[in-house]
């Protein structure tokens, strides 16, 4: 569980992040929705330690990431795994290498021990077969399964990924949103996703928080989300007449469904 | 940002580098992927110049010493201490800053714009310890040892063009290289060698590290430190000859 009491960011005059409370649970996948410029990367290099918030404190199971000393940090990040945007894969090296990295890094297993995990997780993913080849030779889809496989290797406590689903077609992405949501499930992780993706919201948000100039806007699930009152989120979520008319439809399904269960039927 | 700024940042970022390795083998590892890098893919640059200059500093010696009253074997002489104490170790190190100096740049900024070093950050990993130390270390180890090897080449060189060219004989060539030796130049050229490793391993990571942007900024990065690494070594070189020589 991750808890952020307070956090705020401020670079220069602009103040990115203002007194933002929000509570991560183990189990659920929590997305971080908002429009560009409404500080979700921000918020969440913070909550990683890539940016140093000025005020707030951020609690992993408790312990008190913005003070800790350099090497409890340390120690506290091999429980975390993230997935970048772009996947930062390692040019250099294989799918194999870049997933075996972590493991290498900081495990003392001999190699035969390490490749079994690391065929372990690859499949884990559904990427066979990629194993010898290196980031520029696989498709976006395959990036973002080597990345999340390349995080979940050590078996972190928290997965954070930063928009998994850009750059991808809508099919992959479901993919990948349904591959982050069994993995938070089945490793009990922490999981905080940043995403645009209206799909993303609906299908995996066990717990969404909206951001608007930022500040925390709105707080709840994928099944509340539809009947938020919120203009601001309303508007962001349900831009297109699309999506508007998708949630006419989804309230009328649950209405009807409510008449139903009143009747009886 | 002042020059003032870059160069606290840069002190910064050498004291950065400063912590327990988290593990001791990766390092190792990276290392010796530097030393061949930066030792093995800069020999054939270094061996073409070397031979080079060490020629041309024999035609242009020759060329400038006309008097009957000069015997030719200080030709020999000149080429041997000039290859020795500047064209070895200066020559070859702007070469090696441009070849290794605009690498470290580009690899080290193409990282922090893909997000590879924000990668390492989350691992737990101290990137400038694991990325640019091993760079550091890998350029005093493999520097001194390229700029040798220049030197033993540039003067080898020499002496062919001297014979291929008439201009002396072997015997001339080798009665002027063995008198007046002076031990003392091949320590400066190594002090030399080793203040600019520093400098070509360090002022390129400096640059690539803290790139912001995309790939217009990682060239315009690795153009920086590359001209910003001549210059130190330029005045590094000057700084050392008025204080040693």
Known sequence: MIEIKNLRKVFGDKVVINNVSAVMEAGKTNLIIGASGSGKTVFMKCLVGLFEPDEGHILYNGQDFTNMEDEQRKELRQQIGMLFQGSALFDSQTVEQNVMFPLDMFTRLNHHEKLK???????????????????????????????????????????????????????????????????????????????????????IGDHIIYMYQGEKEWEGSNKQIIYSK???????IFASEFLQDVKEMRMIEAEGKAVNGKNGN | MTVFNHFGRYLLMIK??????????????????????IGIGSLGIVVIVALFIGAVSTLQTAYQLVSNLIPKSTIAQIVRDTVILEFAPTITCI??????????????????????????????????????????LASFLMIPVLVIIAGVLGIWGGRLAGILSGILSPEQFDEGLLSGFLPFNVSFALYKAYTFAFIISSIPAYFGYFVKGGALEIGKASTTAVVTSCIMILFADYILAALLL
């Open chain 2, 95 to 136: 070469v090696l800053a441009g070849v290794v100096g605009s690498k470290i740049a580009s690899e080290l900024g193409n990282m922090r714009v893909s997000e590879q070093i924000d990668a390492l950050e989350i691992m737990g990993i101290n990137t400038k310890a694991y990325l640019i130390m091993p760079k550091i």
């Open chain 1, 117 to 203: 995990k690391v065929n372990e997780v690859l499949d884990r993913v559904n990427l066979k077969d990629a194993n010898k080849k290196f980031p520029a030779e696989i498709s976006g889809g395959m990036k973002k399964r080597v990345g999340i496989a390349r995080a979940i290797v050590l078996n972190p406590r928290y997965l954070f990924c930063d928009e998994p689903n850009s750059g991808l077609d809508p099919q992959t992405s479901l993919v990948i949103d349904k591959l982050i949501h069994e993995v938070t499930k089945e490793f009990n992780m922490t999981t905080v996703i940043n995403t645009h993706d209206m799909n993303s919201v609906m299908e």
């Open chain 1, 230 to 236: 919120s203009k601001k989120l309303n508007d962001f």
């Open chain 2, 16 to 37: 950065g580098m400063f912590t327990k390795p988290e593990n001791w083998r990766m390092y190792w590892k990276e290392l010796m992927k530097q030393c061949q890098d």
